[in-house]
């Protein structure tokens, strides 16, 4: 097809070289125009939604009595009332956030739970206790939640059906979770079950609506330890076998509390017998064996009690009692001292203290780098005649899997073995945590390495 | 003031917010209508004024059908001369007029609109010769002895050219290719990709087209596939305008003779030739169409 | 306004361009809200006024405002409506504007809004643009509250937060899990095209066989 | 600053799409091809790290003091409007090479709940205590205390992360679709039902991630 030229390519032309200079002038007031436009729509839109945010504004008092009628219809505030202790307000399972009590005893709590709900945020909750001999949890709301795109799951029904007439007692440690209620939400459930825990962890230990055996045991050691007690939070460790090891004679040990308090030393608190013939011994815990055995280790006791208990109380801690569950043998003689030419080596972690033991065997506190997070772990390793005869996990950092490593573990990996040569991590890992377990596989090492060499049980390095 | 009739829900009016909020609207409007002012003008790219007027009159699907990079690169090729009209089969007649204008250039030729058919209906009826477990579509089978289909030029039903259809206009269901008319645009991508070169193009207005393309004799046709055309020629006897001649075995519709009888469709015993546009409703009455110019050759 | 214009408009948004089931627009929504059908009818109507409301005033400014900062317009003045059905909410309808939560600003960048206001208001009369958006807002709800039904029905054994049956005896976990969600929403959008083909298909044979002669006449003069 | 958890938790256990329905419309239109699928991924992490720099900011340090919380919606997708058409200008400009392949992308992402859902994950407040960022700033005489859930380098790496695990679902779904596409399935499942069972599938395998997570 031959190209045929037609006038119409002339026209177009010379109507392009005119155009070019219109272009420029049009391009400017374009320019300004659609500023104006852009701005202008701003403004009115900017003007519109202020004044719709003043005329629906819903202040705080509002939202904070709209869930009250939601949960509890006759609340009449009672302002005798001191409101939130805030010293107490952080519990194990979230943080209090205000406390209001209505005239019939009823108690009106907002809590809000740590951060482990969906993509880890927080949902803060309102919820009513009523008063009386048995407080109940007679209803609860969700009030403000970060990050929780699926609380729409958690429906009215739910919130008339969970947790609603549990005991207040009941609701506390036993499933904070909370899991397993089946909204489709899980994360978000349990962020609800910690913050429900969370309030009725406050209404027991600081409101003191309801005494438990535990809270009164705590009150009578407050009570005796006096200006002591401040700033120490007790919390009961539930070790039956324990219980079971302390008793003398026909005197039974209710309960053991170890009393925390940052930066100074930690208590363990001997609680025998029950209710009015209560004996409370208060010892320092984290004393060498002999320390412990000296009269100025006790730092308390009621009166009248009688020797054997104090001596029994003095006798072990319950860390050695545990260290005892795991390796019978192995009888406390005081701590050896640290040989600090051995205490570190760079590729396994560093060795932190040694207990010696009547019958010549040593256990050795290490701590084991590489762990998940790059974190450490400390393990306590029992070595006899150069052979590991058993460890157990003191404590770590960050392993927030460690949970899979399970007693089982403990007892099959590493134990029999000669400290003669450096142990691989082999099959001694978990799946899932093997970092983790390359940290205590470092920590069993360095264990044996400072053994090997301090005290020349194996063959020297 | 609570204007409203909920005595709690509303405050009186802060002026101050007010204020403070309509400055920041307008502060983050303007600054942003600004920017964009200034970033295009700063990131003007010199571009002919021309090329996007062509842009916006083109069919804008780019399919690449044209071997530009999308309409926008066909439209900087058309301004620059190196690419001509007819290479998109897409754009209508009266934008092809419209872009002639701008250009400058004579418009010339109406083509007549075209869609793709498949001249192949073997597919699952057709024999494997192996059962293929590679990765990849008709093209890859291809390289493997020409495709597991007994028949060298049978569609393998592997999808190629369903990829290549940017109008989503092709599906492969029992084993073989079927293209949708109202979908097709004609851009030829299909026609392209096809290992086996069936896909071919024939008038909008066409009722009926061959829908196999195997230049064997009857007898080895029978033995690889049970819908392949066994050049009896009937319908080259029937056909009252002579537009069918088998050539090596394949009949071929001339449409410049075709009068839409469909006497050939009813005649062909293993049902080769088969309709354009599936519709079964006005079989039987098709008008008499009188035959256009020939203008391009097909 | 003509009452076919209208009929068209109508079906358009309710079954020929059903925005969830046909065009699939506005999925994020429809998956994370269909839990419960109370949230879902919440949703449907909170989006049915930004959409009649965004679609009027952009059909009114459709020549004043210029291409170039088009996008940055439409979206202000969608987002100004959102706000308020937002604050509307959190002032009257607590429960519901909780439960929403973080879907209700979502609907800001749904595809539906900011799409029909680009595809048909920005060229159409304000009427036909408030239609349009009433008739897309209620295909949009009549949609999601009936996937929500389903999905509440299986999943929590209740029907608009009434309980039918005791959750525990017979009740699909799957359905309230995301899973669930892109399985129910795929198998209603295969059931509504199925549905959709089937109608369309009569249609046409209907009005094929009653305007058989005058139409092959008229269509063959198009094709010239 | 636990970098691991928000990595871990952002591509993994609450990724963007298939945990937490953000982004959805994409994610099915643009995964035919995983040419198409990766450019679209990389041009929703890029936006997405720019919104998150932006909006964070903006959020603290004007939102909050001045007491205009309720303007953050208008805002914030005033903001990523602009940037993206910013960004694309720049682009087109200075790397046509990137425009051609990411650039067409970008239109499609302003209107992508995948960019205001992670501007709003990281401007999220929280209580006092938990906060990894607070302070308190003196605006017009009043003292206004911000309490923000992440800090700033949290928010723009989280930002980055989620934008990867948007890549990460939409170009595990187009290697899929190449397959399911093609399946002789139905005829009314073709097409988008049989794309929803694969993400159905996708969905189901991300949860045991979420179950650990």
Not at chain 1, 290 to 296: F, G, H, I, K, V
Not at chain 4, 105 to 119: D, E, Q
Request: glycine share 8%.
């Amino acid at each position: 097809m031959a190209k045929k030229e037609k006038t119409v390519a002339v026209e177009t032309a010379d109507t392009s070289v005119s155009a070019e200079k219109a272009m420029k002038k049009g391009t400017v007031i374009q320019a300004v125009k659609a500023v104006a436009v852009l701005v202008i729509i701003c403004l009115v839109c900017g003007a519109l939604l202020a004044l719709c945010n003043d005329l629906l504004y819903v202040s705080d008092e509002v939202r904070a009595d709209r869930a009250l009628q939601k949960i509890y219809p006759n609340f009449k505030n009672d302002d005798s009332f001191a409101g939130l202790d805030s010293s107490k307000a952080s519990t194990p399972y979230g943080q209090v956030l205000s406390v209001k009590k209505s005239t019939d005893g009823a108690y009106i709590l907002e809590a809000v739970s740590s951060n482990i709900g969906f993509s880890n945020g927080t949902v803060s909750i309102f919820v009513a206790v009523s008063g009386g001999t048995d407080p109940k949890i007679v209803g609860w709301t969700v009030d403000k939640n970060v990050g929780q795109s699926f609380i729409g799951n958690i429906t009215s029904k739910h919130q008339k059906t969970w947790f609603i007439n549990q005991s207040i007692t009941v609701v506390n440690p036993e499933n904070p979770e909370g899991s397993g209620l089946g909204s489709g939400a899980t994360h978000t459930e349990n962020a609800i079950g910690y913050a429900i825990n969370a309030a009725s962890y406050y209404c027991i230990n600081v409101l003191k609506l309801v005494s438990t055996p535990e809270s009164e045991a705590k009150d009578a050691v407050i009570a005796l330890l006096g200006a002591e007690a401040d700033g120490y939070s007790f919390v009961a460790v539930k070790d039956a076998d324990y219980l079971e090891a302390c008793k003398v004679d026909e005197h039974e040990l209710s309960f053991y509390f170890e009393g925390k308090k940052t930066e100074s030393d930690p208590l363990a608190v001997y609680v025998y017998g029950e209710d009015e013939n209560r004996q409370i011994v208060v010892v320092k815990d984290n004393l060498t064996h002999a320390e412990r055995l000296e009269e100025s280790a006790v730092v308390a006791k009621s009166e009248g009690i009688n020797d054997s208990l104090v001596a029994k109380a003095q006798s072990r801690s319950y860390f050695e009692y545990q260290v005892q569950k795991s390796h019978a043998a192995f009888e406390f003689a005081g701590m050896g001292d640290i040989n600090s030419e051995f205490a570190t080596k760079d590729e396994y972690g560093t060795a932190n203290k040694v207990y010696l033991s009547t019958d010549g065997a040593i256990m050795v506190e290490a701590t084991g780098k590489g762990g998940f997070a790059s974190g450490t772990v400390t393990v306590n390793v029992i070595i006899a005649d150069s052979v590991i005869k058993g460890w157990t996990i003191v404590s770590n950092v960050d392993q927030s899997y460690i949970g899979n490593i399970k007693n089982e573990h403990m007892t099959s990996w590493y134990v029999g073995q000669s400290i003669g040569q450096p142990i691989e991590l082999g099959s001694n890992k978990v799946t899932g945590t093997t970092l983790s377990s390359t940290a205590i596989n470092n920590a069993v090492n360095m264990a044996c390495y400072y053994a090997r060499n301090t005290l020349q049980q194996g063959g020297a390095e | 003031m609570n204007l409203l009739l909920f005595a709690e829900i509303g405050r009186d009016i802060e002026w101050v917010t007010l204020g403070i909020a309509l400055a920041i609207m307008v502060g983050i409007g303007l600054l942003m209508a600004l920017c964009i002012i200034l970033i295009s003008r700063f990131c003007q790219v010199k571009e002919d004024p021309r090329i996007k007027e062509v842009e916006q009159r083109l069919a804008g699907a780019n399919c690449g059908a044209c071997g530009h990079p999308g309409c926008s690169g066909f439209a900087k090729a058309l301004v620059e001369g190196t690419a001509t009209l007819d290479s998109c089969g897409q754009t209508n007649k009266e934008a092809q007029i419209e872009i002639s204008n701008i250009l400058g250039i004579a418009y010339d030729g109406n083509a007549e609109p075209t869609i793709a058919v498949v001249a192949c209906s073997g597919g699952s009826q057709c024999e494997d010769k192996y059962a293929y477990q590679g990765y990849g579509t008709c093209v890859s089978q291809n390289m493997l002895a020409g495709g597991r289909k007994a028949c060298e030029v049978g569609c393998m039903g592997s999808g190629s050219c369903v990829d290549a259809c940017p109008y989503m206009a092709i599906e492969c269901f029992d084993g073989y290719a079927h293209i949708d008319p109202e979908l097709c645009r004609s851009c030829g991508l299909c026609i392209q990709t096809c290992p086996k070169r069936l896909i071919k193009r024939v008038p909008k207005s066409a009722t009926v087209y061959v829908a196999c393309s195997t230049e064997c004799r009857g007898k080895d046709v029978m033995s690889k596939c049970k819908a392949g055309c066994i050049a009896c020629g009937k319908c080259e006897r029937t056909c009252p305008s002579g537009a069918i001649h088998l050539v090596n075995n394949v009949p071929i519709i001339d449409y410049s003779k075709c009068t839409h009888c469909g006497k050939c469709l009813e005649a062909c015993p293993r049902h080769c030739i088969k309709h354009v546009h599936p519709v079964d409703t006005h079989e039987k009455t098709i008008t008499k169409v009188e035959p256009e110019k020939e203008s391009k050759a097909e | 306004m003509k009452k076919e214009r209208f009929n068209q408009i109508a079906l358009d948004g309710l079954v020929r361009q059903n925005p969830t089931l046909r065009l699939v627009l506005g999925t994020c929504p429809t998956l994370a809200v269909t839990i419960s059908a109370i949230n879902s009818f919440g949703m449907g109507m909170a989006v049915l006024f930004v959409l009649v409301c965004s679609n009027v005033i952009i059909s009114l400014l459709r020549n004043v405002i210029p291409d170039r900062v088009r996008i940055p317009c439409f979206i202000v003045i969608i987002a100004t409506f959102v706000t308020i059905v937002s604050m509307f909410m959190e002032a009257f309808l607590p429960s519901l504007f909780e439960s929403l939560g973080v879907w209700l600003a979502l609907i800001v960048v749904n595809c539906i809004v900011l799409g029909r206001a680009e595809s048909f208001a920005s060229h159409n009369p304000v009427g036909e643009s408030a239609l349009d958006g009433l008739f897309m807002g209620l295909g949009f709800t009549l949609s999601v509250t009936l996937i929500a039904i389903v999905r509440e029905l299986l999943g929590s054994a209740s029907f608009f937060g009434m309980e039918l049956w005791d959750p525990s005896k017979f009740s699909i976990k799957f359905f309230t899990s995301n899973a669930g969600a892109f399985l129910t929403y795929g198998l209603f959008i295969a059931i509504f095209n199925v549905c959709y083909n089937a109608v369309d298909r009569k249609l046409k044979h209907k009005h094929a066989q009653q305007t058989l002669a005058p139409v092959t006449v008229a269509e063959t003069k198009e094709a010239e | 600053m636990d970098v691991l958890g928000i990595i871990f938790s952002a591509l993994f256990a609450n990724n963007f799409i298939l945990a937490q329905f953000k982004g959805i419309c994409p994610f099915l239109g643009v995964s035919q091809k995983p040419g198409s699928a990766l450019g679209m991924g990389l041009a929703v992490t890029a936006v997405m790290v720019i919104t998150c720099a932006v909006t964070y900011p903006i959020y603290t340090f004007v939102l909050v003091p001045l007491g205009i919380k309720y303007l953050y919606i208008i805002v914030f997708i005033l903001v990523i409007a602009s940037l993206v058409q910013m960004l694309e200008m720049i682009l087109k400009k200075f790397t046509p090479g990137l425009y051609s392949s990411l650039g067409i992308y970008l239109p499609l992402v302003t209107t992508n709940c995948a960019i205001l859902g992670v501007a709003q994950l990281v401007t999220a407040e929280v209580a006092a205590t938990s906060a990894h960022f607070a302070k308190t700033l003196v605006v017009f005489g009043k003292a206004v205390k911000i309490s923000m859930a992440m800090s700033f380098g949290e928010a723009v790496l989280s930002g980055l992360f989620y934008g990867l695990g948007f890549t990460l679902a939409i170009i595990l779904l187009a290697g899929l679709r190449q397959k399911v596409d093609r399946l002789n399935v139905a005829k009314p499942m073709r097409g988008f039902p049989m794309t929803m069972i694969t993400a159905c599938f996708m969905a189901m395998a991300f949860y045991i991630f979420s179950l650990i997570g």
